[in-house]
């Protein structure tokens, strides 16, 4: 899938992205166009909410992969978000290993994780059901963790080894 980006990283692929701090759906598909492979949707310090993040998503997902920024690692952040549909989600001011962890948790399907079920624009309303009963344990969903400059990049790579053993 084209934006797949974790399985495009996995297999080494250098990727190119860019930050979307306006709410705007029309600059948001000019600069979905502009040929990166994937936009970051800043939600955490930007006047986006959840109407016009959808109307963002629509506007760049025919072009480029939407990844957004949520607002904090919280299931309630992260789990609405990840029913419109986005490529992936960038979970800000994570310092510990069990912030990473329930950040991943928080975007995955049981058995891997606490993610609830509500087919919304992810399941196209309804119409795609069938494909996503019981909804996959994995997904192509791409958790990137943020983490704020006090954290040393040494400490950094073992808080996301221990969140994510699949790193090891």
């Known amino acids: ?16 992205g860019t930050w979307l701090y306006l709410n705007d759906a029309g600059v948001g598909e000019i600069v979905a166009a502009a040929g990166f492979d994937f936009v970051v ?4 310090h930007s006047p986006t909410g959840y109407q016009s ?13 939407p990844v957004v920024r949520v607002k904090g690692n919280a299931p309630e ?10 490529a992936g989600v960038m979970v800000p001011r994570v310092q510990t ?4 962890r329930r950040a991943v948790q928080y975007c995955k399907y049981h058995p891997l994780g606490e993610r609830g079920f509500g087919p919304i624009r992810v ?16 997904s192509a969903k791409l958790v990137s963790l943020g983490a704020p400059h006090s954290v040393p990049l040494r400490g950094w790579t073992t808080i996301c080894s221990t969140a994510c053993p699949s790193l090891r």
Do not use: K, N
């Not at 952040?77 to 549909?85: E, K, M, N, P, V």
């Open 1 to 16: 899938m084209l934006y797949d980006l974790a399985a495009r990283m996995r297999s080494g692929e250098t990727l190119v």
């Open 41 to 44: 949707i800043d939600m955490e």
């Open 53 to 65: 993040l959808r109307s963002l998503l629509m506007s760049i997902e025919h072009h480029t992969a």
């Open 77 to 86: 952040f992260i789990s609405a978000i990840l029913d419109l549909g986005p």
């Open 97 to 100: 290993a069990e912030q990473a």
């Open 123 to 138: 399941s196209d309303y309804g119409r795609q059901l069938r494909q996503l009963l019981p909804p996959p344990p994995s």
